[in-house]
């Protein structure tokens, strides 16, 4: 399992690495690799949501994949002069108007009580989740006109969340012994969670230390802790609804790991926390 984690975490390491280098060089300010890289991987993930749901619990699919991707076009869209001074007002209002199309759906076709207001309700937990906070990851490319600047700031918005959830898996295997969640994740321990939120600091110094520009000046200790523990409600987020679903896994897509949503989780919790604090510092 380990062998497995490392090979696999090497292999998305060099693509995300990858995506952040070659954008900064590829048809600025459009940012073509980091569009494919959201889009591919949050309609991956909407699939494989609604796999966990299972056959009993089913949300609108062909909205629910629609909302996601059309979040991930908007938040390209709304870099174009006509779109530019209203960004996050579109975006509020992509969101508002799922909600709306949500119930046109089932008003449209509502023949008399058959789950209605919960497919409702998980097509909008899936647009919302799976398509308006990822909204927040996207716009650091653009929080600045230092490209560079904002390459280091998405490298912090991946890698400290996750390196997070590699040092509590690692400390909690090591020496874990008090169960954090017993019943939500009963593997979590709080040494796990003291090793994580430790490596979460040392990846935000080390990140912005020996990257090309300094973001968080002097800042690391507390965007470590903070954005650390957003990865980790993120990822007890997930486990909640796999546990709540009785699925283990999201799927067998990455060896070692799981699915997609349980590589991507705590970035996704992760992501506001992180465009909050480069908003602030």
């Not at 569009?35 to 629910?64: D, H, K, W, Y």
């Not at 908007?74 to 579109?90: D, G, T």
């Not at 089932?106 to 647009?127: H, K, N, Y």
Request: with cysteine; charged share 10%; hydrophobic share 55%.
């Amino acid at each position: 399992m380990l062998t497995t984690r490392l090979w696999m975490g090497g292999i998305l390491i060099a693509l995300t690495v990858g995506m952040l280098v070659g954008d900064q060089y590829l048809l600025v300010p459009w940012f073509p690799f980091l569009f494919v890289f959201q889009l591919t991987l949050m309609s991956a993930v909407c699939f494989e949501f609604i796999e966990i749901l299972g056959p009993n619990r089913r949300p609108q699919q062909a909205l629910s994949f629609l909302g996601v991707a059309v979040f991930v076009l908007a938040n390209w869209l709304i870099h174009c002069p006509p779109f530019q001074a209203h960004s996050w007002s579109i975006l509020m209002g992509i969101q508002a108007g799922f909600l709306l199309l949500a119930f046109l759906y089932e008003m449209a076709g509502f023949f008399g009580p058959g789950r209605s207001v919960e497919r409702i309700a998980l097509t909008w937990l899936i647009v919302g989740y799976l398509g308006f906070l990822p909204s927040f990851f996207a716009q650091i490319r653009w929080l600045s006109p230092d490209h560079q600047a904002n390459s280091v700031r998405l490298a912090l918005a991946v890698f400290v969340p996750k390196c997070c959830d590699i040092g509590a898996y690692a400390v909690g295997r090591l020496i874990g012994t008090h169960k954090m969640t017993p019943i939500l994740s009963p593997k979590k321990t709080w040494e796990g969670a003291a090793g994580g939120l430790l490596a979460a600091v040392l990846a935000a110094n080390l990140i912005d230390t020996l990257g090309p520009v300094s973001v968080l000046h002097g800042w690391h200790i507390w965007f470590g802790l903070t954005v650390g523990l957003a990865g980790m409600l993120g990822d007890l987020a997930e486990s909640m609804i796999k546990r709540d679903c009785q699925t283990k896994d999201a799927s067998a897509a990455m060896p070692g790991y799981g699915g997609v949503l349980d590589v991507v989780d705590a970035i996704i919790f992760a992501a506001p926390v992180c465009f909050l604090w480069f908003l602030l510092v």
